[in-house]
């Protein structure tokens, strides 16, 4: 089964930038259409972005369309959330998930595998 780990997050004033990875072990990554949520205190996870297994499609929230980027790296089995002009909004854990179906979700309890998550603070 796939195991994302993620990394990048961190702390960064409104207006900066942050690039999320999430490494893939275990599992045909490749073949997995796989996403990106997060969490902030006291609020359910949300959907932020999600990728076709192939990287020809993508998603996002409207809360963050036009700032963030969602991509993949196949043979390196790695997805990335480019995260642009960021929002003290945009605090939150950011977790990487895997879906073993064929069709996109935005819905958390739909996808099979996650990581264990990567804070993102953004100061005003």
């Known amino acids: ?3 994302p780990v993620e990394s990048g997050g961190g702390l960064v004033q409104a207006g900066g930038s942050l690039r999320l990875s999430c490494a893939a072990s275990g599992g045909t990554f490749s073949s997995k259409n796989m996403g990106w949520f997060r ?5 359910e996870r949300e959907f932020v972005a ?9 998603y996002y929230a409207d809360s963050v369309k036009g700032r963030f980027t969602i991509s993949r790296d196949n043979p390196k089995d790695t997805v990335y959330l480019q995260m642009n002009s960021l929002k ?6 950011y977790y990487c998930a895997a879906d ?5 979700h935005r819905t958390p ?6 990581g264990q998550g990567t804070q993102v603070t953004v100061s005003s």
């Open 109 to 114: 309890t739909l996808y099979d595998y996650w």
């Open 50 to 58: 999600a990728i076709s297994w192939s990287g020809s499609a993508t």
């Open 100 to 104: 073993r179906s064929r069709v996109i």
């Open 39 to 43: 969490q902030a205190p006291g609020k």
């Open 1 to 3: 089964q796939v195991q």
């Open 88 to 93: 003290p909004e945009d605090t939150a854990v």
